[in-house]
């Protein structure tokens, strides 16, 4: 028996982890690290300004990052929030990602400080900062015209289009 039960993601099973070891070690990326705790805490956060945002149901969000730390905690947050996780390889040309991103009609694009111009004049409406542990400054405005950003209490960073 492996003690995997039906019914149960990998979103449940870190909740199950950080109660039992909350100080142990859970990701590292090359300039943080996060304990189990801390990992629940950050995924917690994240999928609850997702369904405060988005709303419940099994809305589309894409995770680009180029941090694969920043893209599990993505990932798990997705998932916890009932969503369906849609990865965006940053390796493949922009149009790609582009097309990927409006063909699934996703709901929003979770990123970090190297998002392009091309991904952002997409026809997704939302676009999130994760990488809040960065200390590179991120404005959208440099990469794209058109965007306002409004500021999210906790961990996301919302751009959308300006209206004209």
Request: with cysteine.
């Amino acid at each position: 028996m492996n003690g995997y039960e039906p019914g149960r993601d990998l979103a449940d099973y870190l909740r199950v982890q950080a109660r039992r070891t909350p100080r142990a070690l859970a990701l590292v990326s090359a300039s943080w690290r996060l304990n189990y705790s801390e990992l629940d805490l950050r995924v917690e956060r994240l999928a609850a300004e997702l369904l405060a945002i988005l709303g419940t149901g099994a809305r589309r969000v894409g995770v680009q990052v180029s941090d694969r730390g920043l893209g599990v905690v993505g990932m798990l947050a997705v998932i916890r929030a009932g969503m369906v996780y849609i990865p965006l390889d940053i390796t493949l040309p922009t149009a790609r990602r582009a097309f990927m991103i409006e063909d699934s009609q996703m709901a929003c694009v979770l990123l970090d400080a190297d998002a392009d111009a091309t991904l952002l004049a997409s026809s997704v409406r939302r676009f999130w900062r994760i990488d809040q542990m960065s200390t590179a400054p991120f404005d959208p405005a440099a990469l794209a015209t058109g965007l306002v950003a409004i500021v999210v209490v906790g961990l996301l960073a919302c751009w959308l289009p300006a209206r004209r």
